[in-house]
């Protein structure tokens, strides 16, 4: 007998219809989001209930004009106010901080985190949990600048950016080449928004990290792999936002640059 069906085992690490059992967290910031939510809170539930996956996703809004909030509240009683919670801030406070303030309120061992505009699309989270367990991985990162996974993965198929004009790819691609060149993370798309951590794994991370705004993911993965952090990557498909502009302007990208530069110095 398998001593991990027996009684005490089950009931010592909770019951699932699946060999997985841990819990998947999704921390999701949102500003202005309210056409964008239900379709990839529709997408992710449907994605981690034909996997037989335990799950719940944290809605962090910065106080959206638009509604977001009243969307979010509507969708917890769709799915249950344990699949949905809603916690909101006061005011448009950053993405870094966003990550940190749903972080306090997660009760899974595994966080996912990813944009809520359908940039990132939930069918490439069965990959990540794959590699993860494969390979025993802390951190399993989605990479937009690859063709295949790292380490190997059958079914991973390239990743690349439908979207965006020739200016924004350009800039994307030289962002991430300024980046691998000065601090070499050892993964090919370092400002990338769409991973999946442990959660003790990603509390200490966060810990020792301290930029802000878009320059807050660049330095996690800088981070990780400074902390002696186990890192994989999955091809994904990068798909530009349904609704709503993009909230990615000069000041960003200026300060991606001083970024790059305090963590040559830093790190």
């Known amino acids: ?28 910031p949102t500003y202005n989001e309210r056409k964008n939510l239900p379709v990839i809170i529709w997408l992710l539930a449907k994605t981690f209930n034909e996997n037989n996956l335990a799950w719940e996703i944290i809605v962090v809004d910065d106080a959206s004009p638009d509604g977001t909030q009243e969307v979010a509240r509507q969708l917890a009683g769709v799915y249950g106010e344990d699949k949905i919670v809603l916690k909101p801030r006061s005011g448009k406070l950053g993405l870094g901080t966003a990550y940190i303030h749903g972080l306090n309120f997660v009760t899974g061992d595994f966080v996912i985190i990813m944009d809520a505009d359908f940039s990132h699309h939930p069918k490439f989270i069965p990959q990540f949990i794959r590699l993860q367990k494969t390979h025993n991985l802390d951190i399993v990162t ?90 994989g990557e999955v091809p994904i498909t990068f798909v530009d936002r349904l609704y709503g502009e993009s909230k990615l302007g000069a000041n960003e990208v200026v300060s991606y640059a001083s970024g790059v530069w305090t963590l040559f110095r830093s790190v």
């Not at 007998?1 to 999701?28: C, R």
């Not at 996974?149 to 950016?161: I, T």
Request: net charge positive; aromatic share 10%; no cysteine.
């Open 1 to 28: 007998m398998n001593p991990f069906e027996s009684v005490a085992a089950l009931n010592m690490q909770g019951q699932f219809n699946s060999s997985d059992t841990h819990k998947y967290s999704v921390i999701l």
């Open 142 to 231: 989605g990479t937009r600048y690859s063709s295949v996974a790292s380490p190997a993965l059958d079914d991973a198929q390239p990743g690349g950016v439908h979207g965006w004009d020739l200016k924004r790819k350009l800039v994307s691609r030289g962002a991430n080449f300024l980046a691998a060149t000065v601090l070499n993370p050892g993964v090919s798309d370092l400002t990338g928004s769409f991973r999946l951590y442990r959660a003790a794994v990603l509390r200490h991370i966060i810990s020792e990290t301290v930029s802000k705004g878009y320059v807050f993911q660049m330095e996690m993965m800088v981070r990780a792999r400074a902390l002696g952090y186990s890192v």
